[in-house]
């Protein structure tokens, strides 16, 4: 007989659901996972981190060969680009990782319910099964993870073909001659990369006078300058106020943001990323009292709880916090933990943020800007790749640096800002000293291999206080 009373359910498979119910699951509480998609993982697996990381590493190596592979002595003689192949293998590297999460279920003992979850009451769920069905879910706690979705813009209607969201670009069956993304921000800029890669012109309208708000700004700076350097075009301080298809395309009008002439632009494919919004629909919120605020996100107390007793939320439904895969699965941890009677807590100041643009760039803590507001005296250090012979041999120098923030009194490290090679993985180490409450120094009199990428991050650190060795 099927069992229908758990501890848990999460209604919601993407990685705050995902991850929470295998913790929730190995910690010993009865759990359940309720997902509609018919694939686990979410938007990041299915149609978000995943797929945009694997067309931004085969548009690199394409580009690549193109125009990267001669400054080493190599030749290429009749390149060309099969989009159907590369797609093909992004699909299956999403097929291959939604399916491993079935087999992390099975083996942590997490029930898997394909079906669309709606809350019945605090303590029940009713599941509209895929397969057809309805089947009743008790449970003492029920958790919401049921993430985001794209936020539309009035008078420009996505259609997933000439007008796309983030999960059309993922797909388009050729590469547009003239790709016009709306919003400079971390969707637009990855997937603009990845298309002017493969031969796009890309123009991007931002309705802000710089890209990537919130980074900063000497590296947002820095970013733009590398992208219009590979031939991305901006347009900043300008909104896009209607499309209109044309033959074969889109004519969109574009204003200055503060008002003014309205000019025309055409675009085979327009891109819509100008932001993510909760994802609510047909969860019954309203009918069980669970407040929501004015945008749609949902609140809750420390504890990831709602108003009402019992039923959680965690991941991008959440208002106030960065919308990041990595952030969501921390939260189902820690609530993980603190429903089977244990402690946890999410650092909300040392989640990092990743750019996976070439150079690519990583940020954790506060900010140059984020500093001065709140009236912080600071130390910065900065070191350059051009001074870093890893960075040098590889040939990847070109413009990227290291910079650290640290606390002018204490020396404790504040923020981290990198841009350049692999400065997503190179993050991880500041993203540690921050945990760690470490100062400047501590990172300075680490031994960092050599040579490697990191010893960047050494001769920032022995900038903050002192002076770097290597330049
Ligand atoms: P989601 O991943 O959105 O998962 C929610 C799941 O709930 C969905 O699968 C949905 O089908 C399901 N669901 C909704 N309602 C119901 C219901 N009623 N019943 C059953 N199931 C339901 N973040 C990063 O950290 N790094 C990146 O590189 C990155 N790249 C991105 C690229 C793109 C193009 C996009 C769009 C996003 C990217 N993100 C990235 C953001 C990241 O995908 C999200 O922050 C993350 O997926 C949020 O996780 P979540 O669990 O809250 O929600
Ligand atoms: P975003 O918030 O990163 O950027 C949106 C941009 O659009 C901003 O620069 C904003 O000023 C601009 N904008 C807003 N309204 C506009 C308008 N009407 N006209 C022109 N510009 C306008 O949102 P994005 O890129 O859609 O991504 C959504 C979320 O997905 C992000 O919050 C991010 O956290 C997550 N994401 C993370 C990635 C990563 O970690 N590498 C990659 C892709 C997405």
New binding site residues.
Partial sequence: MTDNNFDVVF???????YIGAIKAAQLGLRTAC????GTL????L????IP??ALLQSSHLYHEAEAGFAQHGIKTQGLSLDLKAMMARKTKVVADLTTGIEGLFKKNKVEYIP????LASAGSVQVSLNAGGERTLTAENIVI????QVMGLPGVEIDEKTIVS?TGA?SLNKVPKHLVVIGGG??GL??GSVWGRLGAKVTVVEFLDRITPGMDGELARNLQRSLTAQGMEFRLGTKVTGARKARGGVELSLEPASGGDTESVKADVVLVSIG?KP?T???GLAEVGVNMDPRGFIPVDEDYQTNVAGIFA????LPDRP??????EEEGVVLAEKLAGHTGEVNYGAIPG?C?TWPEVATVGQSEEQLKAAGIAYNKGRFSFAANSRARSSGDSEGGFVKLLADKTTDRLLGAHIIGPDAGTMIAELVLALEMGASSEDIALTCHAHPTLNEAVKEAALAVTGKPLNS
């Fill in positions: 209604i919601g498979g993407g990685p705050g659901g309720v997902e509609m998609r993982g979410g938007t990041c299915n149609v978000g981190c945009s990381k079906g669309a979850g709606r993870a049921t993430g985001s983030s993922l971390y969707i990855e997937m993510r994802f629909d047909g969860l965690i991941g991008d439904v919308m990041l895969a990595h952030k969501a990743v996976y």
